[in-house]
């Protein structure tokens, strides 16, 4: 059972304007919340992490959103480049836990 | 640090065929993971190691499935024997206090296809 759902597979983007991309989880003992991006032919990266003590954490482009109540955080890119093109994952884990439990990936691609 | 090292990259096998895949974790990380990725599944833990003991294989497809991790800087997934539905991309990534135990470092993946 996928306690881990990003359900939009792909997503496409016009450079310059705002990504989107979504991630939902059922399971309440998660705290703890990363975005990995992946190229292709290469690993996963961690991108950005929230825990659930915030409700947005920062990265320069990057802004992690979390609605505990809704059990739904987001990733906004702003603004989205060619260069961000690739499949994101968003994962979840407990602090306390050992296992990172991964949806099913977006691709995004940023259109020049 | 090179980062964590898997080969082969490739791998193209027969069904019914034992595949080896291996990994290199970052040195000084002491957690170590498995992860098959598909389609339909996205990222799936298969099995992960802590200070070279097995802690959760519960993501091990089938018995036909195994995984050691001889000493800390080496471990193996081993399919035999291997199936067309194996047919994946598998990572294996490690952590450990150097990364601040908050993300998990992964390598460049196997990608294993059996005809």
């Known amino acids: 059972d996928q306690q881990v759902k990003q359900n939009s597979p792909s997503l496409s983007v016009q450079e310059g304007r705002i990504s989107i991309l979504n991630c939902d989880y059922t399971n309440s003992m998660f705290d703890y919340f990363l975005w990995y991006k992946k190229y292709p032919a290469e690993g996963p990266t961690f991108l950005i992490s929230?825990?659930?003590?915030?409700d947005k954490n920062e990265d320069g482009r990057f802004t992690v959103f979390l609605n505990k109540s809704a059990k739904h955080l987001s990733l906004h890119i702003v603004p989205s480049q060619p260069g961000d093109s690739a499949v994101y994952f968003c994962?979840?884990?407990?602090?306390?836990?050992?296992?990172?439990?991964f949806g099913t990936g977006t691709s995004l691609t940023v259109i020049p | 640090d090179a980062g964590v090292i898997q080969s082969p990259r490739h791998e193209v096998t027969e069904m019914g065929q034992e595949v080896t895949l291996r990994c290199k974790p970052i040195s000084g990380h002491d957690y170590l993971f498995w992860y098959r990725q598909t389609m339909m599944r996205g990222l799936e833990l298969l099995i992960y190691f802590n200070n070279n003991v097995p802690i959760d294989d519960s993501g091990m497809p089938e018995d036909r499935f195994s995984a050691k991790m001889p000493n800390a800087s080496f471990s193996t997934l081993k399919i035999q024997p291997s199936e067309p539905r194996d047919s994946a991309v598998y990572f294996c990534?490690?952590?450990?206090?150097?990364?601040?135990?908050?993300?998990?470092?992964f390598g460049p993946g196997t990608r294993l296809t059996v005809l």
């Open positions: 994962a979840a884990s407990s602090l306390s836990g050992n296992q990172f439990y």
């Open positions: 990534a490690s952590r450990g206090l150097a990364g601040g135990y908050n993300e998990q470092f």
């Open positions: 929230i825990s659930s003590i915030k």
